[in-house]
């Protein structure tokens, strides 16, 4: 099966690519895409909002906080003192959860929008992603207020603004480190974006695999990562 979401073109291009796929596939013209794999295509004279704000209800209500009050951050303040850090690693006495909470589905489900379209809560399941196979009530909170911040920004999204002068947009990138983010490990965080005519067309945030020596160092790994998404 062939599936052919875009054709980009002038009028008189984009028939004769159409006309072309016909004449070599069986295929249906389904018109504008307006819903693929989950993403909601909002067409516009100004441009396209991507948004998944039905697949954020469907989430909710997996998870029954679909009636929860609505919070306005993805996560809570953390602590400077590690031993109150709501998202430390398991103490020896704190009770790991088992299959009974569906911790990893509700990982699974936060992930997929963090890569898609909402980056404002990339960094936070990143974090608590860290702790699918020892996840505590601890954890298991900070899933449950990322849900929460769902519930009021569930209309959030991507918005792909229509230029008429190609040369008016430009990509730009931006990156961060947070040097010894994870303080029970001495591991820094790594996070970059990348924007094209203002709207983000690629981020990340990740904790680094190497053990950075001063803020300089965190910030170079970052840059090393930035650098290899943009080529």
């Keep these: 099966m062939l599936m052919i979401l875009n054709i980009i073109g002038s009028p008189e291009e984009i028939r004769q690519a159409a006309d072309y796929l016909k004449s070599e596939f069986e295929m249906k013209d389904l018109g504008t895409t307006k819903y693929c794999l989950g993403l909601q295509f909002e067409h516009t004279k100004g ?5 998944q704000s039905n697949y954020i209800e469907k989430v909710l209500k997996r998870f029954h906080m679909n ?17 109150k850090d709501p998202f430390r690693p398991p103490a020896h006495n704190d009770e790991i959860w088992g299959p009974e909470v569906p911790y990893l589905s509700a990982i699974g489900a936060l992930m997929y929008l963090a890569n898609n379209t909402r980056s404002d809560i990339a960094f936070s399941v990143n974090l608590l992603a860290r702790y699918s196979s020892t996840p505590t009530k601890r954890h298991w909170n900070g899933v449950k207020h990322i849900l929460r911040y769902l519930r009021g920004t569930s209309d959030m999204g991507l918005y792909f603004e229509r230029h008429e002068n190609a040369k008016a947009t430009n990509l730009v990138g931006y990156s961060d480190a947070g040097y010894l983010s994870d303080p029970h490990k001495a591991i820094s965080q790594s996070g970059y974006v990348f924007m094209y005519g203002g709207t983000a067309i690629s981020w990340r945030s990740t904790k680094q695999t190497l053990v950075a020596t001063s803020s300089n160092h965190a910030e170079l790994i970052t840059l090393y990562e930035a650098g290899r998404e943009c080529v």
């Design 67 to 83: 009636n929860a009050h609505p919070l306005s951050t993805p996560m809570v303040v953390r602590l400077l003192y590690v031993n």
């Design 47 to 51: 441009g396209i909002f991507i948004n």
